[in-house]
């Protein structure tokens, strides 16, 4: 089990070491993402609806993934990939085997956002004012936001005192 990704980190070292981003990436994938794959496979072989929230929530998080494992090294100039000035390590492991976890969910966030918005269309739902919120949570959602600004600010100059 262990082969093919000491072949990937001929490419992408990170992946052959304890690297910080790459654990903190992979442990929510291996306790959350997975066992949410396995499950919206059957809610797709199945055709259950509830699936497509699901499916949002999974796709969103792999792409996000994705971007927080290659965005940095992109933004940084590449100092961890390794591509070893092959073709096969830079388009095939690195391109390649990567553009998969983009293409495939933004092909299931489409699919699920067209259904998402005919279910809404039908139901009218989005059209009723009687559930918008009221005074009580209004003041509660805006409170929210008022102590997370407040904490941002807050920890923001700390940050540059320290």
């Known amino acids: 089990m262990a082969l093919p990704w000491k072949e990937y980190a001929k490419a992408d070292p990170r992946w052959g070491r304890l690297h910080d981003c790459t654990t903190a990436l992979e442990v929510p994938t291996a306790l959350m993402w997975g066992p949410l794959a396995l499950v919206l496979a059957y809610g ?7 699936r497509h929230f699901w499916q949002v929530v999974c796709a969103t ?7 927080m494992t290659f965005g940095p090294e992109w933004l940084t100039g590449s100092r961890e990939l390794n591509p070893l000035n092959s073709w096969v390590h830079k388009w095939v492991y690195l391109f390649f085997a990567n553009v998969l976890w983009i293409v495939i969910p933004l092909i299931l966030l489409i699919e699920s956002y067209g259904v998402l918005m005919d279910a809404c269309d039908r139901s009218k739902s989005h059209r ?10 209004m003041r509660v959602i805006w409170s929210m ?17 320290v």
């Open 44 to 50: 797709t072989y199945r055709r259950r609806p509830w």
């Open 128 to 137: 009723r004012t009687d559930k918008l919120p009221g005074r009580v949570e």
């Open 145 to 161: 936001l008022a102590v997370f600004a407040l904490v941002v600010v807050v920890f923001g100059f700390v940050k540059h005192l």
């Open 61 to 67: 998080g792999e792409i996000y993934g994705n971007w």
